[in-house]
């Protein structure tokens, strides 16, 4: 994986669409690191199983799902809407069930961290912004022409981003190095938050 070769040894949790074998190549490179598959693009693949009239009131019941406090009481949410629309969807929740652990890692995290970190859409959002740049230019005469482009809208949204904090993260920062404990154990390089 490119990662390790950039120097990372070390990760806490991945965040990930549903692409096949992804999980399995990051748990290759870093067995002990966490994973967590991205809960809007499960949702929205329920979804798109569901009949117009029901969609507002599955949505509501996967929220009761990921709203969850804890592994367990998400693992009895899921149960009971599994339930609850058997007859109509069968097969609905069955991937839900065989990746609750995968899709509910997030609940392993301090509370005010699990809004940022259960979905990928951020990093789509980042794509949006690439796209933005490719597509109002008709070409790039070079690769390295393109690479530049990319370059400096990096050094655009970085800007921006630098100045942002997530309030409170000082106060949780004792809970991560207590989690990043659990998972790398002590001693060792500081975890860099």
């Not at 990930?16 to 598959?37: M, S």
């Not at 929205?44 to 009239?53: F, H, I, K, P």
């Not at 301090?110 to 809004?115: D, F, I, K, V």
């Not at 942002?164 to 404990?181: D, H, S």
Request: glycine share 4%; charged share 30%; proline share 3%.
């Amino acid at each position: 994986m490119d990662l390790k070769e950039r120097g990372v040894e070390e990760v806490l949790l991945f965040v990930f669409d549903g692409l096949l074998g992804l999980e399995e190549a990051v748990k290759q490179v870093f067995p002990k690191t966490l994973t967590q598959l991205c809960v809007v693009h499960q949702i929205r693949n329920t979804l798109s199983y569901v009949r117009a009239a029901h969609k507002q009131q599955v949505a509501s019941d996967l929220k009761s799902i990921y709203k969850s406090k804890s592994l367990q009481q998400a693992k009895e949410r899921l149960l009971m809407v599994k339930n609850k629309w058997e007859k109509l969807y069968p097969k609905l929740f069955n991937r839900w069930i065989d990746k609750i652990e995968t899709l509910m890692t997030f609940l392993e995290f301090p509370e005010y961290l699990r809004p940022h970190i259960y979905s990928t859409n951020w990093l789509e959002r980042l794509n949006k912004e690439f796209r933005k740049v490719v597509k109002t230019k008709n070409s790039f005469p070079t690769e390295p022409a393109l690479k530049n482009a990319i370059y400096f809208k990096i050094k655009d949204i970085s800007k921006y981003w630098d100045s942002q904090r997530l309030n409170g993260f000082v106060l949780y920062e004792a809970e991560l190095k207590i989690l990043w404990e659990k998972y790398y154990g002590k001693g060792g390089d500081e975890a860099v938050f």
